[in-house]
T-cell receptor, first 110, second 113 residues
Framework: DQQVKQNSPSLSVQEGRISILNCDYT??????FLWYKKYPAEGPTFLIS?????DKNEDGRFTVFLNKSAKHLSLHIVPSQPGDSAVYFC?????????FGAGTTVTVRA | EAQVTQNPRYLITVTGKKLTVTCSQN?????MSWYRQDPGLGLRQIYY???????DKGDVPEGYKVSRKEKRNFPLILESPSPNQTSLYFC????????????FGPGTRLTVL
């Protein structure tokens, strides 16, 4: 049973607008959350992370929000750029293991 | 250049024929891990290693073996591959036992007929 869920398989957004990706988790023992970005024929690359003791972390155009009570996190990309078109994986860390969601494919339209 | 390398990148094999996928990192990382990526399921952790001679099961270890005899290498062994092990496999490493900022290899596409 997947402990990390990304319920939106795809997202299409216009260039310059905000992309919001959502992720839910079930295991309250997770203590670190990460987003990875993946282009075709490449391995995932780390994008941004957040500790369970925080509710927001920002890095340039990328902001991750964590709502522990709802077991929900989201990734905001502002403004979206064509190079952001990729698959985004949400991941949660706990007990030396990493659990991933199924991914959301983001397409940024010109 | 800091990197994680995997070989082979593509492999087609038949059921029951033992195979090994190699993984090597040049960053002196302690933590290494193997994942498989399947449509609709994302990446699932197969095995991980916190240091030399220390390995443990991830979420989907059945049918796989690993070894960590040297810090830089973490091979994935399929003793008797089956068609349900057809998948895209990724090796990853990170500086410490924490699983943040893992560096992933380019992936190995395995097809078992």
């Amino acid at each position: 049973d997947q402990q990390v869920k990304q319920n939106s398989p795809s997202l299409s957004v216009q260039e310059g607008r905000i992309s919001i990706l959502n992720c839910d988790y079930t295991n309250s023992m997770f203590d670190y959350f990460l987003w990875y970005k993946k282009y075709p024929a490449e391995g995932p690359t780390f994008l941004i992370s957040i500790s369970s003791i925080k509710d927001k972390n920002e890095d340039g155009r990328f902001t991750v929000f964590l709502n522990k009570s709802a077991k929900h996190l989201s990734l905001h990309i502002v403004p979206s750029q064509p190079g952001d078109s990729a698959v985004y994986f949400c991941a949660a860390s706990g007990d030396y293991k990493l659990s991933f969601g199924a991914g959301t494919t983001v397409t940024v339209r010109a | 250049e800091a990197q994680v390398t995997q070989n082979p990148r593509y492999l087609i094999t038949v059921t029951g024929k033992k195979l090994t996928v190699t993984c090597s990192q040049n960053m002196n990382h302690e933590y290494m891990s193997w994942y498989r990526q399947d449509p609709g399921l994302g990446l699932r952790q197969i095995y991980y290693s916190m240091n030399v001679e220390v390995t443990d099961k991830g979420d989907v270890p059945e049918g796989y073996k690993v070894s960590r005899k040297e810090k830089r290498n973490f091979p994935l062994i399929l003793e008797s591959p089956s068609p349900n092990q057809t998948s895209l496999y990724f090796c990853a490493s990170s500086p410490g036992v924490d699983t943040d900022t893992q560096y992933f290899g380019p992936g190995t596409r395995l097809t078992v007929l």
